[in-house]
């Protein structure tokens, strides 16, 4: 990478530098939550936890997982800035597909139509009301781990497989770092809802990726302060 660029771009490697820092705060926040507090079962357990406390249930509801994917597409783009001299037409398309993956991230998340629903439901007693926003509830529920949120999953595990192949070449990050990247990628290639091996090996995945975005961030942060 050449060190005009790196000027050029030293606002969004500072961006990308914090938003690796919140990212690196969220994750192991969210895994205590997990760990600590059992995930609702039926639509009406899922409408108790929002009306008893709302912040356990946009955890629960994936909330941050929303904001750490909004933050990721900042560090997607400060990867392709800082690999394009490599191999610029292979990180348009990990960028491309990684920015596709959250997009549907983004339309399969279904924390507020759930927030919503959950205070509809403790706000009436009428029993009819009751069953047809429960139906209502158990429906979003079902679409909330479909297709979009595989495609994400997969899309950006391939993303992360792109870019840390790509990464070996470059002096700038080291082949460490690209090993470490490539360790999680590899474990993203299975989404999190196939049963418990999907789930298995996406926590297993989040130790690579950790390790990797801290690495990393020391990069942007170097760059950022040219």
């Known amino acids: 990478m050449e060190k005009r660029d790196s000027g050029e771009y030293a606002s969004l490697f500072a961006c990308a530098f914090f938003a690796t820092l919140i990212m690196l705060v969220i994750i192991p926040v ?7 507090t059992g995930i609702p079962g039926s639509i009406e357990d899922w409408f108790a936890l929002f009306s008893a ?5 946009f955890f629960h509801a994936d909330l941050f997982i929303l904001v750490n994917n909004i933050l990721i597409s900042v560090i997607y783009l400060a990867f392709y800035h800082t ?13 491309m597909l990684g920015l596709i ?8 998340n279904r924390t507020f139509e ?20 429960a139906t209502a509830g158990t429906a979003v529920l079902s679409g909330w781990q479909g297709t ?4 994400y999953y997969v899309l950006n595990g391939v993303t992360l497989l792109i870019l840390s192949i790509i990464m070996f070449r470059s002096p700038l990050f080291g082949k460490a770092s690209a090993a470490w990247g490539l360790s999680s990628g590899i474990l993203m290639m299975i989404p999190s809802t196939a ?7 996406s926590v297993l995945s989040l130790i ?7 690495r990393f961030a020391f990069v942007f942060r170097k760059l950022s302060a040219r």
């Open 30 to 36: 969210q895994l205590v939550v997990f760990a600590a």
């Open 53 to 57: 406390n709302p912040l356990l249930g």
């Open 83 to 95: 690999l394009k001299g490599i191999n610029k037409g292979m990180m348009q398309i990990a960028v």
């Open 101 to 108: 993956g959250i997009a549907a991230y983004i339309s399969s």
């Open 114 to 133: 759930l927030f919503a629903l959950a205070r509809e439901y403790s706000g009436t007693a009428d029993a009819d009301a009751r069953v047809l926003l």
């Open 148 to 151: 979009a949120f595989d495609s």
């Open 195 to 201: 049963g418990t091996v999907g789930l298995v090996f």
């Open 208 to 214: 690579p990726w950790y390790v990797f975005a801290v």
